[in-house]
């Protein structure tokens, strides 16, 4: 029953006090490591550092489906992590933000790539109120199954209505602007200047003369200028999390998945916040659905929509560590980049991938990186459970057991008593 | 919407619903039981359903051979009741090895409910990527020639080579009701009545219904509960096994990812009839079927799914907690 | 005589064949503390819980400061002004001491997405005005050292104590305590007196359920008893000492059993 502190333990607790050196930093140095921080990402694909550069793919096309898995995660943690709504049909909203921006820039209209952004996301928005209206009341595995269906029915409406093209699917989706003179082929690339990307000769760089990035063209050609503009979404999307999260809205979020009934007695409106959360977290998919769509190829059909995915978006938030937005990027970037990266095992990679799913939960329980608070608190149990070891636990302990909640998946204590 | 196409069929439609409903419900006990007992959404028992499939065909190669044939059901009769043996067996045997390996290590580490289903997500991946990769681990050993007919092509449609050829029983009407299907819907039910009694009325039985309504009591009460959720695994694998053979002789093909599609219909079933209710699951597994095959008649059969899972979510606004209402004996909260 | 706050008006609660109520009438005092008393499965908490709408009483009438509760969601009636406390706590436990107080107070505040988004003076007002009041309640329970905390590593009295804090958060008129003094010792419980009678000079009305008659006889103005959900008995606590029907009914029942 009680053993000492592991060495598990311990390192928990130095990454919580490194959280909490960092919290007490000065303001000024924060947003300055930050910012240092965010170049050296903007510039990773260029500097294609040895060991993280995948050889036999796009380095380019790796980072950017990273930033665009991670972006996925960071807004379904929302639904999950935040309010604990079990979504298994988050790429239901996916596809919404996609095929609204094929319908609108290819299909059948020709708006501007920058006004179809904000209709995707109020599209997607509004599918997302309207699944969760009717749904959001029925109990929480229950709903695992209704999202599952949503993100199945999406996807065959999809491959059966001739109007949003069918199997055949939406081509022609157009590129987001250039910044500086379009590209025509072979008289000029288009963009403003040439960024040289480095290559490296073991462990000495060099600028390497062959492969550049033109500022700022979107094109089949070059992934690297996507990269940057999801990187530059995602940071904005991390800044907003962060803001919602730590106001009224994210601590009804939190109270309504902790116990949803204490929370309603305390005045918390439970459905419209998870209503809520919902609106939200469609909305982060539409948009990353909507990149998605206006992407280098500038295709989408219903089989770049398959339900696998859609458990591999909630594999990436619960790996990473639900409730925590850094442990979802986590999450995301994992599990896009490392079946690319170790590409020659390509045949075992789903397998490996499966293997690793099946190992994290018995060694990392509370995923890769559990919001910090979480761990202190586990140590803290440990730390009691050490000193009232071999003691008969008084009837005040009784009282520690806590509520019989509805399902709070956020509970850390409801099915263990069986195994 | 065609509605004269479903009136002049209805009595086919709904017989051969009906069949396809009770292998749905088969399948739908493992996730009903072990819902149940452990309240976790056994994500990977797909996987036992479709390795189910598998035994069945490999059974029908060892003993036919792989050239093709078409055999009425009274010929395959015999080999049949071999390949529902093997499926059983090999379903309960995956079904086991789930528990001890994919749920059993998560649960005694108290992780929050939610690292139980990832654990069940990567089984269900390794699960069916061992069966799609079955011709590389051959090779591995040099099996793969001697093999050959077991595993080459593991990522295509791997065919029973004896079709099974529906012949009419009786006549409802104008439609002649199919052996086939009279045999699915029969040992299905045969199935789920024994179960049913078996739950009611033995020890094991009284000892599922104690964990599922309060695992902490059961275990004061001396209920050993570890052994408790053992079995619910094995019959929930043994259903399985035997729904893989029905499956196998209606269809006749199977595939590594065989089991997901069919999986979400046999979870829908369960949660249509109130996940934890045995008689739910034959109802909802039941009902779903039939609902499909009318609604592939009015709307088209690519609109099958769509019928099943607007179904699912009609029935739980009216009725939040299925059909039958939750329970593995009693009702809870 | 003061303001009647809420009135029960023959109340009836029924579960299939079981009366969990039975045509109960009680009212409350705008300013008073009233004891709700009665052995185990008498229905004190089951009237509680008919109070805040967790059920919806089988007949008759929930009504605060003259409107009927009937019918209205339970956090609905929150912010109409009635909070309360839990008999097994529940507090929200990965959250700290102060963000479990923080939920309450926002129960006074409706900023949502867009007004966080852009850090709106109203969405600072109502930050600042919950943070003030969550310290200021946190200070008044002992547990300002302890805001940072999470609720769960709180010891066992200071998290029955941030129960009353966090409902006193979203300052309500009528305060419904359940049993805050389970598990206490009887210095614990003698303090916790004293804080009630704090609470109630702070401007609230209580409504307290106890099972110690000590605790019950030394702090609340008037008792109402239950027995079987049915009142047995109303009155001051000198009324309900020598009643005979309440000393029947607490008649073998030791009064420190909980």
Same mark, same amino acid.
């Given at each position: 029953?009680?053993?000492?502190?592991?060495?598990?333990?311990?390192?928990?607790?130095?990454?919580?006090?490194?959280?909490?050196?960092?919290?007490?930093?000065?303001?000024?140095?924060?947003?300055?490591?930050v910012?240092?921080?965010?170049?050296?990402?903007?510039?990773?694909?260029?500097?294609?550092?040895?060991?993280?550069t995948?050889?036999?793919?796009?380095?380019?096309?790796?980072?950017?489906?990273?930033?665009?898995?991670a972006?996925?995660?960071?807004?379904?943690?929302?639904?999950?992590?935040?309010?604990?709504?079990?979504?298994?049909?988050?790429?239901?909203f996916?596809?919404?933000?996609?095929?609204?921006?094929?319908?609108?820039?290819?299909?059948?209209?020709?708006?501007?790539f920058?006004?179809?952004?904000?209709?995707?996301?109020?599209?997607?928005?509004?599918?997302?109120?309207?699944?969760?209206?009717?749904?959001?009341?029925?109990?929480?595995?229950?709903?695992?199954?209704?999202?599952?269906?949503?993100g199945?029915?999406?996807?065959?409406?999809?491959?059966?209505?001739?109007?949003?093209?069918?199997?055949?699917?939406?081509?022609?989706?157009?590129?987001?602007?250039?910044i500086?003179?379009?590209?025509?082929?072979?008289?000029?690339?288009g963009?403003?200047?040439?960024?040289?990307?480095?290559?490296?000769?073991?462990?000495?760089?060099?600028l390497?003369?062959?492969?550049?990035?033109?500022?700022?063209?979107?094109?089949?050609?070059?992934?690297?200028?996507?990269?940057?503009?999801?990187?530059?979404?995602?940071?904005? /999307?991390?800044?907003?999390?962060?803001l919602?999260?730590?106001? !009224?809205?994210? %601590? $009804?979020?939190? *109270?309504? @998945? +902790?116990d =949803?009934?204490?929370a309603?007695?305390?005045?918390?409106?439970?459905?419209?916040?998870?209503?809520?959360?919902?609106?939200?977290?469609?909305?982060?998919?539409?948009?990353?659905?909507?990149?998605?769509?206006?992407?280098?190829?500038?295709?989408?059909?219903?089989?770049?929509?398959?339900?696998l995915?859609s458990?591999?978006?909630v594999?990436?938030?619960i790996?990473?560590?639900?409730?925590?937005?850094w442990?979802?990027?986590?999450?995301?970037?994992?599990?896009?980049y490392?079946?690319?990266?170790?590409?020659?095992?390509?045949?075992?990679?789903?397998?490996?991938?499966?293997?690793?799913?099946?190992?994290?939960? /018995?060694?990392?329980?509370?995923?890769?990186?559990?919001?910090? !608070?979480?761990? %202190? $608190?586990?140590? *803290?149990? @440990? +730390?009691? =459970?050490?000193?009232?070891?071999?003691?008969?636990?008084?009837?005040?302990?009784?009282?520690?057991?806590?509520?019989?909640g509805?399902?709070?998946f956020?509970?850390?204590?409801?099915?263990?008593?069986?195994? | 919407?065609?509605?004269?196409?479903?009136?002049?069929?209805?009595?086919g439609l709904?017989v051969?619903?009906?069949?396809l409903?009770?292998?749905?419900?088969?399948?739908?006990?493992?996730?009903?039981m072990?819902?149940?007992?452990?309240?976790?959404?056994?994500?990977?028992?797909?996987?036992?359903?479709?390795?189910?499939t598998?035994?069945?065909?490999?059974?029908?190669?060892?003993?036919?051979?792989?050239?093709?044939?078409?055999?009425?059901?009274g010929?395959?009769?015999p080999?049949?009741?071999?390949?529902?043996?093997?499926?059983?067996?090999?379903?309960?045997?995956?079904?086991?090895?789930?528990?001890?390996?994919?749920?059993?290590?998560?649960?005694?580490?108290?992780a929050?409910?939610?690292?139980?289903?990832?654990?069940a997500?990567?089984?269900?991946?390794?699960?069916?990527e061992?069966?799609?990769l079955?011709?590389?681990?051959?090779?591995w050993?040099?099996?793969?020639?001697?093999?050959?007919?077991?595993?080459?092509?593991?990522?295509?449609?791997?065919?029973?080579?004896?079709?099974?050829?529906?012949e009419?029983?009786?006549?409802?009407?104008?439609?002649?009701?199919?052996?086939?299907?009279?045999?699915?819907?029969?040992?299905?039910?045969?199935?789920?009545?024994?179960?049913?009694?078996?739950?009611?009325?033995t020890?094991?039985?009284?000892?599922?219904?104690?964990?599922?309504?309060?695992?902490?009591?059961?275990?004061?009460?001396?209920?050993?509960?570890?052994?408790?959720?053992?079995?619910?695994?094995?019959?929930?694998?043994?259903?399985?096994?035997?729904?893989?053979?029905?499956y196998?002789?209606?269809?006749?093909?199977?595939?590594?990812n065989?089991?997901?599609?069919?999986?979400?219909?046999?979870?829908?079933?369960?949660?249509?009839?109130g996940i934890?209710?045995l008689?739910?699951?034959?109802?909802?597994?039941?009902?779903?079927?039939?609902?499909?095959?009318?609604?592939?008649?009015?709307?088209?059969?690519?609109?099958?799914?769509?019928?099943?899972?607007?179904?699912?979510?009609?029935?739980?606004?009216?009725?939040?907690?299925?059909?039958?209402?939750?329970?593995?004996?009693?009702?809870r909260? | 005589?003061?303001?009647?706050?809420?009135?029960?008006?023959?109340?009836?609660?029924?579960?299939?064949?079981?009366?969990?109520?039975?045509s109960?009438?009680?009212?409350?005092?705008?300013?008073?503390?009233?004891?709700?008393?009665?052995p185990?499965?008498?229905?004190?908490?089951t009237?509680?819980?008919?109070?805040?709408g967790?059920?919806?009483?089988?007949?008759?009438e929930?009504?605060?400061?003259g409107?009927?509760?009937?019918?209205?969601k339970?956090?609905?009636?929150?912010?109409?002004?009635i909070?309360?406390?839990?008999?097994?706590?529940?507090?929200?436990?990965?959250?700290?001491?102060?963000?479990?107080?923080?939920?309450?107070?926002?129960?006074?505040?409706?900023?949502?997405?867009?007004?966080?988004?852009?850090?709106?003076?109203?969405?600072?007002r109502?930050?600042?005005?919950?943070?003030?009041?969550?310290?200021?309640?946190?200070?008044?329970?002992?547990?300002?050292?302890?805001?940072?905390?999470?609720?769960?590593?709180?010891?066992?009295?200071?998290?029955?104590?941030?129960?009353?804090?966090?409902?006193?958060?979203?300052?309500?008129?009528?305060?419904?305590l359940?049993?805050?003094?389970?598990?206490f010792?009887?210095?614990?419980?003698?303090?916790?007196?004293?804080?009630?009678?704090?609470?109630?000079d702070?401007?609230?009305?209580?409504?307290?359920?106890?099972?110690?008659?000590?605790?019950v006889?030394?702090?609340?103005?008037?008792?109402?008893?239950?027995?079987?959900?049915?009142k047995?008995?109303?009155?001051?606590?000198?009324?309900?000492?020598?009643?005979?029907?309440?000393?029947?009914?607490?008649?073998?029942?030791?009064?420190?059993?909980s």
């Amino acid at each position: 029953m009680t053993a000492p502190l592991t060495a598990r333990d311990r390192l928990a607790l130095q990454w919580v006090g490194m959280v909490e050196r960092w919290n007490s930093l000065p303001r000024a140095s924060r947003l300055l490591i930050v910012l240092l921080l965010a170049l050296l990402f903007y510039a990773l694909p260029l500097l294609r550092p040895p060991i993280l550069t995948t050889q036999q793919t796009d380095f380019g096309g790796i980072m950017f489906s990273s930033a665009a898995l991670a972006l996925v995660a960071v807004g379904l943690n929302i639904v999950i992590g935040y309010a604990g709504l079990l979504d298994l049909g988050y790429i239901g909203f996916y596809l919404v933000g996609a095929y609204t921006t094929g319908v609108l820039t290819s299909e059948h209209w020709h708006w501007p790539f920058f006004l179809v952004l904000p209709v995707a996301i109020a599209v997607t928005m509004l599918s997302g109120v309207l699944l969760g209206a009717p749904t959001l009341r029925v109990r929480g595995d229950y709903l695992a199954i209704v999202t599952l269906g949503f993100g199945e029915i999406i996807r065959l409406i999809v491959t059966n209505v001739e109007w949003l093209g069918a199997a055949r699917g939406i081509k022609d989706i157009p590129h987001p602007p250039t910044i500086g003179p379009d590209p025509k082929p072979p008289f000029g690339e288009g963009g403003l200047f040439t960024i040289p990307h480095l290559s490296w000769n073991g462990l000495i760089p060099s600028l390497d003369e062959n492969r550049g990035t033109r500022f700022l063209v979107f094109g089949a050609a070059d992934a690297i200028p996507y990269y940057w503009l999801i990187l530059t979404v995602l940071i904005l /999307v991390l800044v907003a999390d962060k803001l919602v999260k730590n106001s !009224r809205v994210g %601590r $009804a979020w939190e *109270a309504t @998945r +902790e116990d =949803e009934d204490a929370a309603e007695l305390m005045g918390v409106p439970t459905f419209r916040f998870k209503l809520l959360a919902f609106a939200m977290g469609a909305a982060v998919g539409g948009l990353s659905g909507a990149l998605f769509a206006s992407s280098q190829g500038g295709y989408i059909n219903p089989l770049s929509f398959p339900l696998l995915l859609s458990i591999l978006f909630v594999a990436a938030v619960i790996v990473g560590g639900a409730g925590n937005r850094w442990g979802a990027v986590l999450g995301g970037v994992l599990v896009a980049y490392l079946p690319e990266r170790f590409r020659e095992f390509a045949d075992f990679r789903l397998l490996v991938f499966g293997l690793a799913l099946m190992i994290l939960p /018995v060694y990392r329980p509370q995923g890769l990186l559990p919001p910090a !608070r979480t761990i %202190r $608190a586990r140590v *803290a149990e @440990r +730390e009691i =459970e050490l000193l009232e070891g071999g003691e008969d636990t008084g009837p005040t302990d009784d009282g520690l057991d806590g509520p019989e909640g509805p399902d709070g998946f956020g509970r850390t204590n409801s099915t263990g008593k069986v195994g | 919407m065609d509605f004269d196409f479903l009136i002049n069929n209805f009595v086919g439609l709904t017989v051969t619903g009906l069949a396809l409903g009770a292998i749905y419900a088969l399948v739908a006990l493992g996730y009903t039981m072990v819902y149940g007992v452990l309240q976790l959404i056994n994500f990977a028992h797909s996987e036992v359903f479709m390795y189910g499939t598998f035994a069945v065909a490999w059974v029908f190669v060892f003993f036919h051979g792989k050239q093709a044939d078409t055999q009425g059901l009274g010929s395959a009769l015999p080999l049949l009741a071999v390949s529902l043996v093997a499926a059983m067996l090999l379903s309960a045997a995956i079904a086991l090895l789930l528990e001890r390996v994919a749920y059993r290590p998560v649960l005694k580490r108290n992780a929050p409910r939610l690292m139980a289903l990832i654990s069940a997500i990567g089984a269900s991946f390794v699960l069916a990527e061992v069966m799609g990769l079955r011709n590389r681990f051959a090779g591995w050993f040099g099996l793969d020639d001697d093999l050959d007919n077991y595993v080459a092509k593991a990522r295509d449609v791997y065919s029973n080579p004896v079709t099974i050829q529906p012949e009419g029983l009786f006549s409802i009407g104008d439609y002649a009701v199919k052996d086939v299907d009279v045999l699915v819907l029969g040992a299905a039910l045969l199935m789920m009545v024994a179960l049913d009694q078996f739950v009611r009325r033995t020890r094991f039985g009284r000892g599922i219904r104690a964990v599922a309504q309060d695992p902490e009591s059961a275990a004061l009460m001396g209920v050993n509960s570890t052994r408790v959720v053992q079995v619910t695994f094995l019959i929930g694998g043994l259903m399985a096994g035997a729904a893989a053979t029905l499956y196998m002789i209606k269809i006749g093909a199977t595939r590594q990812n065989a089991g997901f599609i069919l999986g979400v219909k046999a979870f829908t079933a369960a949660v249509l009839g109130g996940i934890g209710n045995l008689r739910g699951a034959l109802l909802g597994g039941l009902l779903l079927g039939v609902m499909e095959n009318y609604g592939s008649a009015l709307f088209g059969s690519e609109w099958k799914d769509v019928v099943a899972f607007v179904l699912l979510i009609l029935i739980l606004l009216v009725r939040p907690s299925g059909l039958l209402g939750e329970s593995l004996g009693k009702a809870r909260a | 005589m003061a303001e009647r706050i809420l009135e029960v008006d023959d109340v009836t609660l029924r579960f299939g064949g079981l009366t969990a109520l039975d045509s109960v009438s009680l009212h409350i005092e705008e300013g008073e503390i009233l004891g709700l008393i009665g052995p185990n499965g008498a229905g004190k908490t089951t009237c509680f819980n008919v109070i805040t709408g967790v059920y919806t009483p089988t007949m008759g009438e929930v009504r605060f400061r003259g409107s009927s509760l009937v019918g209205l969601k339970k956090h609905q009636i929150t912010r109409k002004g009635i909070a309360r406390t839990f008999q097994n706590i529940r507090l929200f436990r990965s959250m700290t001491a102060l963000e479990n107080v923080l939920v309450g107070a926002d129960a006074n505040h409706s900023s949502g997405v867009l007004t966080a988004l852009f850090r709106s003076p109203k969405h600072r007002r109502e930050e600042a005005d919950g943070h003030e009041r969550g310290m200021d309640l946190l200070e008044f329970m002992g547990l300002a050292g302890r805001a940072d905390e999470l609720a769960s590593n709180l010891s066992y009295g200071d998290q029955r104590r941030l129960e009353i804090a966090r409902a006193m958060a979203t300052q309500p008129a009528l305060l419904c305590l359940d049993e805050p003094a389970a598990g206490f010792n009887p210095q614990e419980k003698a303090e916790l007196m004293a804080l009630i009678r704090r609470v109630r000079d702070r401007g609230y009305t209580v409504l307290l359920i106890e099972h110690d008659m000590r605790l019950v006889m030394g702090v609340t103005d008037r008792i109402v008893v239950l027995e079987f959900g049915k009142k047995i008995a109303e009155g001051t606590p000198a009324d309900i000492r020598d009643n005979p029907a309440v000393i029947a009914a607490y008649l073998g029942v030791d009064e420190d059993a909980s």
